[in-house]
Every structure is written in C-alpha cells, then in structure tokens.
C-alpha cells in the first residue's frame, strides 16, 4: 500500500513481558515519528528518526523503551518487561521533510493492552 | 503546564451551527502550527496549516493571535461528518517536533 503501515494492529500481552511494534512507513520519506497516545489522551512524542542522523530519543518514557530504524526503512519500537502504565496507541508517522510543512502521514497505529 | 492546552469538549453543536476552537501555546518559540483531525479510533490527519494572516479552506478558518499565543479554528455550516476530534500542533521554530494538543471534541447533531 502506499500509507504508513504498521503491525501488529492489535497486542494484549501480560506484564513484564517484551513487545515488539513495527512500521513501514511511505517509501521515500525519510523522517519517521513514533508517538504514544492513551485512551483520551493527546500524542506524546516519543522519538524522531532523519535520514542516517542520530535519533532524537528524548521523548523515550524509561530506559525500557528503545527504538531502531534501518536506513530510511521500516523502524522497531520494542518495549522491554512492559507495565500496565504502557497501554496505549503506538503511532508511527513519516514526513518527505524534518515535519516542516507540519503534515505527517499517520499509521493506524499498534493497539497495546498490557494486563 | 502542557506546551498546547486545548478545551477537551465536547462540545456539542446542531447541524448548521457555527463553532470554534482555541488553543493557547506556552512557547514562544512556537513558530508554525496547524490543525489535525482524528476520527475515533483512526489515525490523526492534517486538516489546514494556520498561517500568520489567517487562512481559510471552504467551511473551515484558521486564525494565529501570537500576541496572547492563541490559534483558532472556526467551523462554519457545520456537518454531521464534522464530528471527531481536532488536534492543535505546534512546531518550535528550527525543529521536527511536533507537539500536539490533547484535543478538543466535537459532536454535530441532527
């Protein structure tokens, strides 16, 4: 497809437990968003991917989160011995430029239910 | 204090009405921003850029007070397909940041 594509759509997965969520974003864009988004909440950055730069990760919650992205391709968002706190919308988002038009195209995002 | 503050709603309008929304800003250093919209249980998308001078697209205005750090959108003639979720951004200036606010609900009625 030619949309931001992420997987799994939906994870219920007990605590302490390690998940791993993973986006496809558009070809060709070479910045990629994961925000988190819990139930009535608003978009909370998580951490920015350009290019071969280094990842801005300062919107990492705890050192349980860690994120990877080869090349300008799909990214890895695992989070380590999850907690309950975790359960929310993983959203993956891409942009052709640094988000300066301010349009990001969005994934349906990764529904986590941490029990 | 939240960067974007927004009024969660919901506010509740009849087809036809006209409605607005504000969301104020704490950094001055918020330079572009703009308004999404989210379907429940969909993904967020770009509804308009808010420019300085104030923009328009069909039914729905954008306003920038950088003054008091306030943007707007007013939505004219509304449509029962206009109900979601309207998300505020901002972005600081020289940045790939995105923030956004929690968002403001809207339910158009028949």
């Known amino acids: 497809g030619a949309g931001v594509s992420q997987s799994p759509s939906n994870k219920v997965t007990e605590k302490g437990k390690d998940v791993e969520l993973r986006c496809d974003p558009i070809s060709g864009h070479t910045a990629l968003y994961w925000y988190r988004q819990r139930l009535g909440q608003g978009l909370e950055f998580l951490i920015y991917f350009q290019g071969n730069s280094a990842p801005d990760k300062s919107g990492l919650p705890s050192d349980r989160f860690s994120a990877e992205r080869t090349g300008e391709s799909v990214s890895t968002l695992t989070i380590q011995r999850t907690q309950q706190e975790d359960s929310a919308v993983y959203l993956c988002?891409?942009?052709?430029?640094?988000?300066?038009?301010?349009?990001?195209?969005f994934g349906e995002g990764s529904r986590l239910t941490v029990l | 204090r939240k960067e974007v503050e927004q009024d969660p709603g919901p506010f509740n309008v009849p087809e036809g009405a006209t409605v607005a929304f504000n969301c104020t800003y704490s950094n001055s250093a918020s330079q572009s921003f703009f308004w999404y919209r989210q379907d429940c249980r969909k993904e967020p998308k770009l509804l308009m850029s808010?420019?300085?001078s104030g923009n328009e697209d069909g039914r729905f205005t954008a306003q920038l007070n950088r003054a008091s750090q306030y943007i707007s959108l007013l939505i004219r003639d509304s449509k029962l397909s206009d109900s979601a979720t309207y998300l505020c951004?901002?972005?600081?200036?020289?940045?790939?940041?995105?923030?956004f606010g929690s968002g403001t609900r809207l339910l158009v009625r028949p």
């Open positions: 951004v901002s972005i600081r200036d020289s940045s790939y940041k995105l923030i």
């Open positions: 988002a891409s942009s052709q430029q640094m988000g300066a038009t301010g349009e990001l195209f």
């Open positions: 808010v420019y300085s």
